[in-house]
């Protein structure tokens, strides 16, 4: 089982950056995915789900208007895209599987992340 | 959304020592929906336990959670050099899924 993410971005402000993550060694329809991201020394902050079956998100109310998820059931993988970036967007960007069927439930598999720099 | 936060914020600690690391959260997590985290510089997070009190598979152990309500708790009983690193709990009993700050495991 694991998440593979794309590589590393750098982007200016003002700009949008889409990340993949691609499932593989289970059902990928079973479980939901988060988008997690981590500032430069901050904990982790959860940003939205996505349910792979249905392709229904929730999101976090702070990125209301700028975050879109999306699915692509034929090759395994899940899209984050946060449009309009500011410095305050530089992190790592990861996903991560829920543990059970429901969405609600703990991380328990994780990508290896995707650092993404927001600079002039 | 629920405000979780950890005390201490880094512990100095021997190998071999017993850890306790604490997690308050802002409203009671009426299941118990609360997950702890170890990461290491440069990793993903890696879950620990689950609902609170379960280990995740393969999990030493070592480690274990207790808690309910507002007040959670992790436990290492015999520190080894492997587990030194940032531990966060997160509750998944509301939206947002909120994370603590963590607390910093160092050698002493």
């Known amino acids: 089982v694991q998440l593979v993410q794309s590589g590393v971005e750098v982007k200016k402000p003002g700009a949008s950056v889409k990340v993949s993550c691609k499932a593989s060694g289970y059902t990928f329809s079973n479980h939901y995915m988060h988008w997690v991201r981590q500032a430069p020394g901050q904990g982790p902050e959860w940003m939205g789900t996505?349910?792979?079956?249905?392709?229904?998100?929730r999101h976090a109310q702070k990125f209301q208007g700028r975050l879109t998820m999306t699915r692509d059931t034929s090759t395994t993988t899940v899209y984050m895209e946060l449009i309009s970036l500011r410095s305050e967007d530089t992190a790592v960007y990861f996903c991560a599987r829920d543990r059970s069927g429901s969405g609600l439930d703990a991380f328990d598999i994780w990508g290896q992340g995707t650092m993404v720099t927001v600079s002039s | 959304e629920i405000v979780m936060t950890q005390s201490p914020a880094t512990l100095s600690v021997s190998p071999g020592e017993r850890v306790t690391l604490s997690c308050r959260a802002g409203q009671s997590l009426s299941s118990s929906y609360l997950a702890w985290y170890q990461q290491k510089p440069g990793q993903a997070p890696r879950l620990l336990i689950y609902d609170a009190s379960t280990r995740a598979t393969g999990l030493p152990a070592r480690f274990s959670g207790s808690g309910s309500g507002t007040e959670f708790t992790l436990t290492i009983s015999s520190l080894q050099s492997e587990d030194f690193a940032v531990y966060y709990c997160?509750?998944?009993?509301?939206?947002?899924?909120?994370f603590g700050q963590g607390t910093k495991v160092e050698v002493k």
């Open positions: 997160q509750q998944y009993n509301n939206w947002p899924r909120t």
């Open positions: 996505i349910n792979p079956r249905g392709g229904i998100t």
